[in-house]
């Protein structure tokens, strides 16, 4: 059996960073993400995670370090883990039902 085709980006060895990026520069008024009460573009959802990692990291937070993000489904998830990918940082999310 052939092993299946590579992911965009994978070929070049670009990580989430440099494929939302890209997308965001060609594909950017595009609709990328659809969430309850949002819907963002390629381009937005590049400004935001950019706007997330910016506050991230003014907090100290970088490469390697773990971002725990306790936060439902939704943008503010989903713009942590980019964050963290743009950051290089090890995202971490813990469900915020669990107690104790």
């Given amino acids: 059996m052939a092993p299946p085709p590579p992911f965009p980006g994978e070929q070049s060895g670009a990580g989430v960073r440099a494929l939302l990026e890209e997308r965001a520069r060609r594909l950017g ?5 659809t969430l309850p009460g949002a819907s963002l573009t390629y381009a937005e959802t590049d400004e935001v995670a950019n706007r997330a990692a ?19 489904n939704g943008l503010p998830l989903v713009a942590t883990w980019f964050a963290c990918m743009k950051l290089g940082a090890v995202f971490m999310p813990v469900n ?5």
């Fill in 96 to 100: 915020p039902l669990l107690r104790g």
């Fill in 29 to 33: 008024p595009r609709r990328f993400l």
């Fill in 54 to 72: 910016n506050a991230l990291a003014a907090l100290g937070c970088g490469a390697g370090d773990v971002v725990m993000a306790r936060c439902g």
